[in-house]
């Protein structure tokens, strides 16, 4: 913890809150802090220093960006904002997204882009070569064998059985 008392910012202040409801074992809507029987002090904190110590070693881990604006720690540095939700993070050595979902998600949105590349590319055509390959290939054969199909494509020849 730094040694030097600041106030919290509005983002910190909703971000403790949001722990200490949802997060804290000791808290309870009804009764707030059981330990103490009374209102928990978290939740009318204006000013960093003191802290529950359950709060500090249970629930504020599950905030890692908090835990270091808090700290006074210099992680501003290795501070990362997901591409995709915007969401910032702590990364775990060179993690790109916050979560596998987003990583799913860009590397969906990068094929699609690359794709689209290709295609401008090669204006629409597929290459003759690439044809021929689908056409020996045997899970073509197989599956259209003895259906005398024709693509669309006028570069396909005509599959016989």
């Keep these: 913890m730094s040694t030097d008392s600041r106030e919290l910012t509005?983002?910190?202040r909703a971000a403790i809150r949001r722990l200490v409801t949802g997060?804290?074992?000791n808290y309870d809507p009804e009764y707030g802090c059981l330990p103490l029987d009374c209102e928990c002090y978290m939740l009318n904190k204006w000013w960093?220093?003191?802290d529950c110590k359950y709060f500090q070693k249970a629930v504020l881990p599950l905030d890692p960006v908090l835990e270091a604006d808090?700290?006074?720690t210099p992680a501003v540095l290795s501070r990362?904002?997901?591409p995709v939700c915007g969401a910032v993070y702590l990364p775990v050595t060179s993690q790109v997204?916050?979560?596998e979902a987003c990583r799913r998600k860009g590397?969906?949105?990068a094929d699609r882009r690359r794709q689209q590349r290709h295609r401008r590319k090669t204006g629409g055509k597929v290459s003759r070569s690439l044809l021929e390959?689908?056409?020996i290939s045997g899970a073509f054969r197989l599956r259209f064998q003895g259906k005398g199909i024709y693509a669309s494509c006028p570069h396909f020849l005509r599959v016989t059985a």
Excluded: I, Q, W
Aim: hydrophobic share 30%; glycine share 8%.
């Design 10 to 12: 509005r983002r910190e």
């Design 23 to 25: 997060m804290c074992a």
């Design 48 to 50: 960093t220093g003191a």
């Design 70 to 72: 808090l700290a006074g």
């Design 80 to 82: 990362k904002t997901c």
């Design 97 to 99: 997204y916050c979560s």
């Design 107 to 109: 590397k969906r949105e």
């Design 133 to 135: 390959k689908a056409l």
